[in-house]
């Protein structure tokens, strides 16, 4: 990223103590919410877009700005912002607060544009206000944006109100080492504790010497707002003992009071059809993204992992004299099929120099919503976009039969992959269309994911899989090997089961229509399902890869 220096404007006053005209050092004070990057507000987005530098608050703040901001996830960035740790020092050990505002003073003086990111809100339980008086001593103009604080996000994710209309008070604890007069909150109808996971024992005798009922509901809930969380419902009398048995881990927000009883009601996040589910996306990230969106949405954690690659034609004399064609104005039409093939028209115009403009009085057909706006980035309009299926077939359904009086050429430029199907090119031709069938790139395959990923597709870690073409199937066991039994397999249409069932995987869900969002829908509803018939007899609720066995359902056209 280009680094500028921030000045004063009309919109950013001159820090205390500098001269007007001078430059104005500044920070940005954000708050990350509890964890989901979902919960990031917008005006949070607007100053990570702009950022130069982003000091951090724990290790995951990193690899979630890099995910809000489409970077890399790991690695050096060629461009974005420059991370440094304000959480932990060079010994590993956490910085104080006093080191950690040396750390945001210092970067803000350099001249660049500084993000204090910050876990929950800058100014609840956080070092925030601390920091913000180091920068007005040194001079440093400050701007605070509010997080979602996990005091009241945590509860909300795991079901639990904190105020109803017969239950309107609430206190927050934080149990730290100081000494608390719990006598203080033995009226409060609801209490909401930070930082007592190890104490939990300690607090619960004490609140219960103070004068709370031993069958006090109380709920604990760890990395809330992620699709890692757990919560534990319990009393005030056995917390401890159930804390013990379960494990349970810091970070975690604790709630005591008779709400905790309306989660049996109203739990809806750790309830989603595939919540917690590990599942494997056979597409690249640019690919899978409103599949993963999607996923995401019933509470799945995709994992994409890419199974081809594209790489340019073997032969690029034949694409050199399509486009030197289109230029001169050889074709009537020209069809992508998908945004690959966008992607390789486009790069063989910059090369020759060329653009948008060169496609003047040229019908453009697109397949499917993502082509068309690849196009639209491109500055295009697509003409014609399959009104029913998006594929070669729902295009030829729509495509017009050529007229010797209303078309004054009859050629199509079709650039596509090496291994697309000759559906289009014999559909076209039959309505009387001559056809310039040209290998835009090709697609290989990619190279095997790393270990740890093969283990866990062999091993049964992931959930699900879900295969979106049959090129995928072949694919994917091809560089990592079939996937486990217990992993549930979702295809989206008859052909790609067959391909499946050919290299051995039984095929448990399949998308009623070819089209990924039904892909989804249909594997979020065996989910539900399978959620649901482990409700009905009374055993836990598990995941696939929490449970070994070797019959599996199939579902069909669910």
Partial sequence: MTKQKTTKNATQAPAPGCAVGRPATWVSFVGSGPGDPGLLTVRALELLRAAEVVVTEVPDHE???????????????????????????????????????????????????????????????????????????????????????????????????????????????????????WYAYSAHPTLVLLSAVGSIGEV?????????????????????????????????????????????????????????????????????????????????KEQAGSLSASLRGYGAVPEEVPTISVEPPRNPLQMDKAVRGLVEGRYEWIAFTSVNAVKAVREKFEEYGLDARAFSGLKIAAVGDKTAAYLA???????????????????????????????????????????????????????????????????????????PTREAIKSGKFDAVVFTSSSTVRNLVGIAGKPHTATVIAVIGPATAKTAEEHGLRVDVMA????????????????????????????????????RTTARRRTGSK
């Fill in 63 to 181: 690899a979630m700005v890099r995910a809000v901001l489409g970077l890399p996830l790991d690695g050096e960035l060629e461009q974005g912002p420059v991370f440094v740790d304000g959480g932990f020092g060079e010994d590993g050990q956490p910085l104080t607060h006093a080191a950690r505002a040396k750390v945001v003073v210092k970067q803000a003086k350099s001249g660049r544009r500084v993000v204090r990111l910050m876990s929950g809100d800058p100014f609840i339980y956080a070092s925030g206000p601390e920091e913000a008086l180091a920068c007005t001593k040194a001079g440093v103009g400050f701007e605070i944006v509010p997080g979602v604080s996990s005091v009241t996000a945590v509860p909300a994710y795991a079901g639990i109100p904190l105020t109803t209309k017969h239950h309107r008070e609430v206190a927050v604890v934080t149990c730290g080492d100081a000494k608390i007069d």
């Fill in 377 to 451: 980035e491109w500055g295009l309009n697509a003409d014609l976009v399959p009104s029913g299926e998006q594929s070669a077939r729902g295009l030829l359904d729509d495509w017009p039969p050529f007229d010797d009086v209303l078309d004054p050429i009859n050629r199509v430029f079709l650039p596509r992959a090496d291994i697309a199907t000759e559906t289009l090119v014999a559909g076209l031709i039959e309505l009387g269309w001559e056809v310039d069938d040209v290998t835009a790139y090709r697609t290989v395959r990619a190279a095997p994911p790393p270990a």
């Fill in 512 to 547: 009623a229509n070819p089209s990924v969002e039904e892909l989804v829908d249909a594997l979020a509803d065996f989910g539900a399902a399978r959620r649901a018939s482990f409700l009905e007899s009374g055993q836990p609720v598990t995941r696939p890869s929490q449970r």
């Fill in 204 to 284: 619960a005798e004490q609140l219960m010497a103070a004068g709370r009922d031993e069958s006090t509901p109380i709920s604990m809930t760890r990395t809330g707002t992620l699709t890692t969380q757990e919560t534990l419902v319990s009393t005030l009398g056995e917390i401890a003992a159930d804390v013990s048995k379960a494990g349970m881990t810091p970070p975690a927000v604790t709630v005591v009071g008779k709400v905790v009883d309306l989660r049996e009601t109203l739990s809806w996040f750790e309830t989603k059809p595939l919540f917690g589910w590990r599942v494997l996306v056979p597409r690249t």
